[in-house]
């Protein structure tokens, strides 16, 4: 078997090498048998495709049990959210969705935001942090049930706090690398389905202010962290947030109204209530999302823009005094 694992992958190479042309140039390692999938009662297998330095089969894992299927998922998504952000930043992710997102002077401010961001959700979760994880941290940290904790590194002492949980998982996984991986491939019934890894970053230079009403540079950066976040939430997806700070989220509904009552309704339960920042991944069909952002606290606003019926939630901005940025790019997720 592993013969012809070897000679399968070496002919392989050679031909995508003469085709020049082919959409994918890789072959399926495998890495381990994992205990189950997504349920008990389905098989799973972990193939590596590269060697990209910033993933999960390039981590070392310091402490825990084995990875399970769902692991590997959620702590690819928490490390997709963590690679945005250059600051000191903290994710708090559960079921693929980033629950909470902060960043601060500090690891440890920027967890204390991303823990308070929601912390009911975060129970059995994942927490990410792009700096080193110190005693300090790894108190605040053992006080949580988690699953799994990733860091670029532990101090000993911080290690010796956290081990004492037998089940947790700590993974080392170098944040200063930028992933190589290129395409992202999911399964369909009897087929694949191959597109590119949605990396596009938007800074201040690319975004468009559409109304009368034009956003200071602090509000600038704070949509711009609204929308880092956004990215990476299940569509139909909107982020609330305030402070770098996610303060509340909307994740994967049918429609985007109801996203955006779960994330506002959210953030006023939690004590938020003006200043607030709103994040779309795709544009408003209809005004009402503006409406309801004005009801509930929000000053400004950022969206792909692109409706035919763009030019209601414009006007309906003016009227309020709400400042509405595009960007352009939409950010769909599905998966």
């Avoid at 000191?88 to 909470?100: E, R, S």
């Avoid at 949980?165 to 019934?189: D, F, G, P, W, Y």
């Avoid at 139909?236 to 009552?261: D, F, L, P, Y």
């Avoid at 692109?306 to 599905?334: P, V, W, Y």
């Amino acid at each position: 078997q592993k013969v012809f694992e070897l000679t399968s992958a070496y002919d392989f190479a050679i031909a995508s090498y003469l085709l020049q042309k082919k959409r994918i140039q890789t072959t399926l390692t495998h890495v381990s048998s994992l205990r189950y999938g997504e349920n008990p009662h389905q098989k799973a297998d972990l193939y590596q495709t590269d060697n990209d330095p910033y993933s999960l089969i390039s981590a070392k894992i310091l402490h825990g049990k084995q990875l399970s299927y769902n692991n590997i998922q959620d702590a690819n998504a928490a490390l997709n959210v963590l690679s945005e952000f250059q600051d000191p930043c903290a994710v708090a992710l559960k079921h693929t969705n980033p629950c909470g997102v902060g960043i601060g002077l500090t690891i440890h401010e920027a967890f204390d935001k991303a823990y308070h961001s929601d912390d009911v959700s975060i129970f059995g979760g994942i927490i990410a942090v792009n700096k080193p994880v110190d005693l300090k941290l790894a108190g605040l940290l053992s006080k949580i049930f988690l699953e799994i904790i990733i860091a670029p590194s532990f101090d000993q002492d911080a290690l010796d706090e956290l081990t004492k949980k037998k089940n947790l998982r700590l993974l080392e996984v170098n944040t200063t690398h930028s992933s190589t991986t290129k395409t992202q491939m999911v399964s369909i019934n009897g087929g694949v389905l191959v597109q590119d890894i949605d990396d596009h970053k938007i800074t201040h230079k690319d975004l468009v202010c559409v109304t009368e009403t034009k956003p200071s540079d602090d509000v600038i950066d704070e949509l711009l962290f609204a929308w880092r976040v956004v990215k990476h939430v299940k569509s139909n997806a909107i982020v609330i947030s305030k402070n770098h700070q996610t303060v509340g989220i909307g994740a994967g509904q049918m429609n985007r109204v109801g996203a955006c009552e779960i994330a506002l309704n959210w953030a006023n339960n939690h004590n938020h209530k003006d200043g607030l920042i709103l994040a779309s991944d795709a544009f408003f069909p209809f005004d009402d999302i503006v409406k309801l952002a004005h009801e509930k606290g929000v000053i400004a606003i950022i969206q792909p823009g692109g409706s035919i019926r763009d030019e209601d939630s414009i006007s309906l901005c003016n009227q309020l005094g709400i400042a509405m940025l595009f960007t352009g790019i939409r950010h769909f997720k599905h998966v």
